[in-house]
């Protein structure tokens, strides 16, 4: 205790946070000075505050394992982690210099933490497998993923392969080494998806859910004739004891790559502010919302769930968009305009937060919900595992139509194909609906 309690004031910031922004100069857009916003402010509803003191004892005196700790998500995770005096921090990151970045920032604000980074692809599996067997975590925070819908449509097969048989790697190998718990970071994109990378997550929600029931064999991303006849067949044992649940986030406010930091850098250029449609909506969250709520599905979770984050209305972009160029303390079309470009392939106008199968429940604390998904059928599963496989190096057209295949609720869009094949491979459904005709690209 008192280790933690000397951990807990030496994490006391050397330099207040704004100290490195004193004395920047001011943006200048046409005539007017550029003015600074709090992302939180853009939300629409008071920021939900997630800390509980089941997080203490989710956390406290464990080995953690982050992988995608470089990343928005992954980094702020880290952060919220170490709050709660963990014994070891083992960050796992494909992206040197993120990892060093968090790596760096944790050691100085954490004065003398155990915290061991590791640059490695989840897609590795010895590597993967060295890492666990070393240091034996308990609890294992998968937030490493392919996220970007655009590309993702451009290169499916990588997004089979990161998001689909990355996770496959990690969560098996918290199987074998048997954590405690392992939650997997997913989206709202995966209800009922139109997209490569919202197909590619709901496959593997359904990979993370049959292992509360089955431990399915361990295969890598490569197309060995015995290892995907062993996934085709079924070559299961009883699980072991760790709790799989995942999280669906909504947009995260200021996470790389996300609309805020790009309208930010396209106001600052004097504009165009691009939206892509004037109805497009979305739910958003913050960064530290997303991060506790990872934590607290862990905490909560007995697995098998899919927790998600009241987030109140979702809210248009172009209304998120007029609403940060007011706070800059510009005017739209005066100052900055905003131009629509089109729906991009593979989004949607609105997002879901739950498909028409899942149940919704309340937790034990009132702005989590719970979806208790339809039972994943561990031997489709399994299925689908070889089919994705076969796909991965294969044409753009392969990959989705695999996806296509694996997925009963995703619709792309192009070629229809229907369950009525020969060979009876389109036959595979992991939902509902054997009858139903799926479109693949």
């Keep these: 205790m008192i280790r933690w309690l000397t951990r807990l004031l030496r994490g ?62 992954g980094a702020e995770i880290c952060r919220q982690i170490m709050r709660f005096c963990p014994t070891m ?42 890492i666990f067997r070393t240091h034996q975590p308990q609890v294992v925070l998968h937030c490493a993923a392919h996220k970007h819908v655009p590309m993702m449509e451009c290169n499916p097969g990588e997004a089979i392969k990161n998001n689909v048989f990355g996770t496959k790697t990690v969560a098996d190998a918290a199987a074998e080494f048997a954590v405690d718990a392992f939650v997997l970071v997913s989206t709202d994109k995966a209800v009922n998806p139109t997209s490569v990378m919202g197909a590619a997550k709901r496959f593997a929600e359904l990979y993370v859910q049959s292992k509360n029931s089955c431990q399915l064999p361990v295969a890598s991303c490569q197309k060995e004739t015995a290892e995907l006849s062993s996934l085709a067949t079924g070559n299961w044992q009883l699980a072991t004891s760790p709790r799989f649940v995942a999280v669906r986030f909504g947009n995260v406010l200021g996470s790389s790559g996300s609309v805020v930091p790009i309208f930010k850098k396209q106001i600052a250029a004097g504009g165009p502010v691009t939206v892509t449609h004037p109805d497009m909506k979305r739910y958003f969250m913050t960064i530290p919302e997303a991060s506790q709520l990872v934590l607290q599905a862990g905490a909560i979770g007995r697995g098998g769930e ?29 100052d900055i305009a905003i131009e629509f470009t089109g729906i991009r392939p593979g989004e949607k106008l609105y997002e879901e937060l739950a498909g028409h199968e899942e149940e919704t429940c309340p937790t034990s604390h009132p702005q989590i919900r719970v979806w208790q998904l339809p039972t994943a059928d561990a031997r489709q599963v399994g299925q689908g595992l070889a089919i994705l496989a076969e796909a991965i190096d294969g044409s753009r057209e392969q990959a989705i139509t695999a996806l296509a295949r694996c997925v009963a609720e995703y619709r792309p869009d192009a070629v229809t194909l229907s369950t009525d094949e020969t060979d009876g491979s389109a036959k595979l459904r992991l939902a509902t609906d054997e009858d139903a005709v799926i479109r693949a690209a």
Excluded at 39 to 68: C, S
Excluded at 317 to 324: S, T
């Design 89 to 130: 921090l083992v960050l796992v990151e494909q992206a040197e210099n993120n990892l060093f970045e968090i790596d760096r920032e944790l050691r100085e604000k954490w004065l003398g933490a155990t915290i061991v980074p590791y640059v490695a692809d989840i897609c590795d599996a010895t590597r993967i497998r060295n």
């Design 12 to 73: 006391t910031p050397r330099h207040p946070p704004e100290a490195s922004r004193a004395g920047a100069p001011p943006i200048i857009v046409g005539s007017r000075s550029m003015q600074e916003v709090d992302i939180a402010d853009l939300l629409g509803r008071p920021a939900a505050n997630l800390d509980t003191p089941e997080l203490q004892r989710f956390l406290a005196g464990k080995t953690i394992l982050v992988t995608g700790a470089g990343g928005s998500i």
């Design 306 to 334: 899919i927790f998600v984050l009241d987030m109140g209305e979702p809210i248009k972009i172009v209304d998120l968009a007029r609403e940060l160029i007011r706070r800059s303390g510009l005017r739209e079309e005066e």
